[in-house]
């Protein structure tokens, strides 16, 4: 599903998987793409992450930084990183906070969901995609948007 949308996104800090904070205000003047994923190592989330990792050169080449988050600890996330070598931050959200401030649905009211929301220079959030399958052709969708858009 997709969606067209114009509202603020919400501010947050997380810790991320080198124990640093991050805040989505750190990332002013810039595109982003704040992608929230089920689990570290799960087969669908993995692909999901490398989708990111192997078009990450034209995200910058447009100014967007990528994060993911997802309910992992951040010991959990240093872990996924490295093993794939992803070039973007993992931010942990052990408590869904940061989840649930961005209304990312569940499935089956327990299995957390997939979501991208591509959030423009000045904070707003302009396109929601959610992603229970198919990883690699929502990142397609969100470079094609952004393309649009950017």
């Not at 969606?3 to 080198?18: G, R, Y």
């Not at 499935?107 to 929601?128: Q, T």
Request: glycine share 6%; with cysteine; hydrophobic share 35%.
């Amino acid at each position: 599903m997709s969606q067209e949308l114009k509202q603020v996104a919400p501010e947050f800090t997380l810790m991320s998987h080198n124990s640093e904070e991050i805040s989505l205000s750190d990332y002013k003047g810039k595109w982003v793409i704040l992608f929230f994923y089920a689990k570290d190592g799960s087969p669908t989330c993995k692909r999901g992450c490398l989708s990111f990792k192997e078009q990450y050169d034209l995200f910058k080449s447009v100014n967007c930084e990528i994060i993911g988050i997802s309910s992992d600890s951040v010991e959990t996330h240093k872990e996924f990183k490295e093993l794939l070598d992803l070039p973007f931050p993992l931010l942990s959200d052990p408590k869904g906070e940061v989840r649930d401030m961005y209304e990312v649905p569940s499935y089956l009211g327990k299995f957390p969901g997939k979501s991208s929301f591509i959030i423009n220079p000045e904070g707003d959030i302009v396109h929601v995609y959610d992603w229970l399958f198919r990883p690699r052709r929502h990142v397609a969708k969100i470079l094609s948007k952004l393309s649009s858009v950017g």
